[in-house]
């Protein structure tokens, strides 16, 4: 039977003079390594990084007309060192919200230069 064998991307929106701004968050602030988009793609304004050896994506694309999202709306990177990235964020200029609890999944929010919802995790165990 078929399945679904992981979640490849996530692509964000971002206003068409957003690059440098998502190099910085992407890039700086979380560390991603920054990767080509496809030849074929090349006529869009696009920015993708890759997390990790697995190959997870963040693809930013322009967007003309950056709307609202929900405000539940958002994607979740998974992070090996929670209070370092805290720490790391914060002396990129941004700021963390603190959310409920989760046993064994310490995480918070933060909003990319763009007003995308990151979650970023950290998993210890098996959550209760």
Known sequence: MS???????ASVPMPPS????ARRFYGDALGMREIQPPSTLAVM???WFTAGDGGDEVHCFAEETLGPNSPGQH???E???LDAYRTRLAEHGF???E????PNRPRFFVHDPFGNRIELTEILGPFA
């Open 3 to 9: 399945a679904v064998r992981r979640l490849q991307h």
């Open 18 to 21: 957003g690059n440098a701004d």
């Open 45 to 47: 304004n696009l920015v």
């Open 75 to 77: 994607l979740c990177l």
């Open 79 to 81: 992070v090996d060192d």
């Open 95 to 97: 700021a963390v919200e």
């Open 99 to 102: 959310t409920t609890e989760i």
